[in-house]
T-cell receptor
C-alpha cells in the first residue's frame, strides 16, 4: 500500500524567505504526483501536477520536483508571503483513479 | 475556480438516520470522486465515478453508497449514519483519470450525534 509522508508537519518562516516542503512515497510506480494547497475551512486547490516522466513543474513562485526512483518530491516556494500561509498537501496516483495523500505541512509565513 | 458545488455545507444529524450529500459540477468532467478528511488520516477515497451510472469503490467505502444519473451530479449516501462517519466530505472532479489534476469542492462538514 502506498504510504505518503510529508516533512515537516509544521513550518514557520518570516516573510521573504525561500522554503522547501518535502514529500516522500514508498511505491515508485506512480502515474503522477500533485501538490495542493488547503486554506482553513476550504477545499483543496491544485497547485502543480508532475507526470511520472517529468522531473519538475513550475508555476509562478512555485517549483515542484520529482525523483521517482528515490520516492521523493519537493515543493519550493520562492520569496514567501503571508498569503502563502496554508496547509500544503502532496498526493500520488498509483492506480489511476485514487490519490494517496500525505497528512500535509502547515505553513505559517509571518510579516 | 472549477465549478463544483457541494450541498449541504454543514449538517448535524443523529445516528441511524439516512444522509445524502450532493456534488454538482458545471465543468462537464467525466470523473468524479468522494473523499473524507479526518485528523490523523488525511484524505481518503470513498467512491468514484468514471461516467454516468459507472461507479466503483475506494479505500473506505463500507457504509456508503453513491449514484450518478447525470454527468453533473454525484450523490453520496450514508444509509444509516454512525458516529464514525463524522467527517469533512470533499467532492472532486477531473477531465481524465490520468495526468489531469483533480479539482475539489469546498466540502461538507457532517456531524453525527
Amino acid at each position: 500500500k502506498q504510504e505518503v509522508t510529508q516533512i515537516p508537519a509544521a513550518l514557520s518562516v518570516p516573510e521573504g524567505e525561500n522554503l522547501v516542503l518535502n514529500c516522500s512515497f514508498t511505491d515508485s510506480a506512480i502515474y503522477n504526483l500533485q501538490w495542493f494547497r488547503q486554506d482553513p475551512g476550504k477545499g483543496l486547490t491544485s497547485l502543480l501536477l508532475i507526470q511520472s516522466s517529468q522531473r519538475e513543474q513550475t508555476s509562478g513562485r512555485l517549483n515542484a520536483s520529482l525523483d521517482k526512483s528515490s520516492g521523493r518530491s519537493t515543493l519550493y516556494i520562492a520569496a514567501s508571503q503571508p498569503g502563502d500561509s496554508a496547509t500544503y498537501l502532496c498526493a500520488v496516483s498509483n492506480s489511476g483513479y485514487a490519490l494517496n495523500f500525505g497528512k500535509g505541512t502547515s505553513l505559517l509565513v509571518t510579516p | 475556480d472549477a465549478g463544483i458545488t457541494q450541498s449541504p455545507r454543514h449538517k448535524v444529524t443523529e445516528t441511524g438516520t439516512p444522509v445524502t450529500l450532493r456534488c454538482h459540477q458545471t465543468e462537464n468532467h467525466r470523473y468524479m470522486y468522494w473523499y473524507r478528511q479526518d485528523p490523523g488520516h488525511g484524505l481518503r477515497l470513498i467512491h468514484y465515478s468514471y461516467g454516468v451510472k459507472d461507479t466503483d469503490k475506494g479505500e473506505v467505502s463500507d457504509g456508503y453508497s453513491v449514484s450518478r444519473s447525470k454527468t453533473e451530479d454525484f450523490l453520496l449516501t450514508l444509509e444509516s449514519a454512525t458516529s464514525s462517519q463524522t467527517s469533512v466530505y470533499f467532492c472532486a472532479i477531473s477531465e481524465s483519470w490520468r495526468n489531469q489534476p483533480q479539482h475539489f469542492g469546498d466540502g461538507t462538514r457532517l456531524s453525527i450525534l
